[in-house]
Structure formats: structure tokens, C-alpha cells
């Protein structure tokens, strides 16, 4: 077979061709390669980030769990029936029967008195009612360790027969400290089914 010109040429070329080929080919898999190393080490980094913020929330989510107590109650005056309480010929405390929620079991519905478990500051509430048609008017207070905190009353008048009141304060407790909500002597509260008369507490914080 005669060879022209061209095929001459293409023949003395041929290697120079092939060699110039395997070089890109090899460089174009250099580059493939490099790219899935870059993105492997990529969604390797940002994994472990992932997984490492992930641990660190359920560290967080445990030291919080159990560094801070969980103490909460509320609760109404009566369990059941209508009617006056009091009065007393002294100062008394309330005992607060029907009972909402108890967690940490800090309240006890028998005396009416909330024992701080632990040391920090806590919230208190209260409210008051009285229906005093012909009574004596209604005075309550809350109370920590037989120290008056806040106080409560209604007049006592024909024209102001159904009133109630309420009134909140942040304290410290250490353990040990009592919290509860006084009738005052010779005074009256009125509650039914429809529980005007409640005592609510629970911890911010420790300290």
C-alpha cells in the first residue's frame, strides 16, 4: 500500500498524538480526582461540625436538666362545696386543698405551707375573694417563716359586697424556708366551685 502525503504525515505524527492524549486523559483524571478529595474533605469537615454542635446541645440540654430542679405548684382553696372560711379568732394559715400541680412535691395541701427544697428565688402568687354581705371583710398575706411579704384586703361596705384582690412576690429561699398565705384574725374569705381563692408558687432559679 502506497502512503500519500497526509498519511505520511499522520504516520510521523501518530506517537506525538497518542502521547499528547494520554497526558491530558492523565491529567483530567488528576483533576477528577483532586475534585472528589476537595468535596470529600468538604462534607467530611462539615459533618463533624454537624455532629459535634449536636453533642455539645446534648451536653447543654443535660447540665440544665440537672443543675436546675423543677419545682412548681398551684392550687385552690377548696376541694369541694361552697362557702365562708373563717373567721378565726387568730391568725391562720390557709390550706389550699385542691391542688392543681405539685411537681417536686415542695406544697403540702394539709398544712397550706410550701417548704423551699432547694436554695434560689422563686415567684409567688395569690388571689382573694370575699363576699362579705353583713361580714367582716377579708385580709390575707403571704407569708415566708411567719414574716409578713405582701398584703391583701377588701372594705368592708354595702356597696362593695363582691370583691377580690391578688398580689405577687419574687423572694429568696434557703432550705428549709416556708411560704404560705395567712387569714388574718377575725377576718373572711369566700370560695366555691369556681376557685377565686388560689396559691401558686415556683422556682426562677438557683442560686
Known sequence: MVLGPWDRNWERWRPSYRAE???NNDNNNNLLSLYYTVMLRFYYEIFSVITAQEEELKALKKRLSTAQPKVAFSAALRDSGGGHIGPFTTNTPLQYKRVFSN???SYNPATGIFTAMVRGVYCFRYSMYGNNSGRPNSVVSLM???EMLVT?????DSVNVHESASNTAVVQLEVGDGVYIQLWAN???YDD???YNT???FLL???
Open 187 to 189: 377576718r373572711v374569705l
Open 199 to 201: 396559691f401558686t408558687g
Open 103 to 105: 411537681t417536686g412535691s
Open 193 to 195: 366551685r369556681n376557685n
Open 21 to 23: 492524549k494520554n497526558k
Open 152 to 156: 391583701t384586703w377588701n372594705t368592708d
Open 144 to 146: 415566708k417563716n411567719g
Open 205 to 207: 432559679f438557683t442560686v
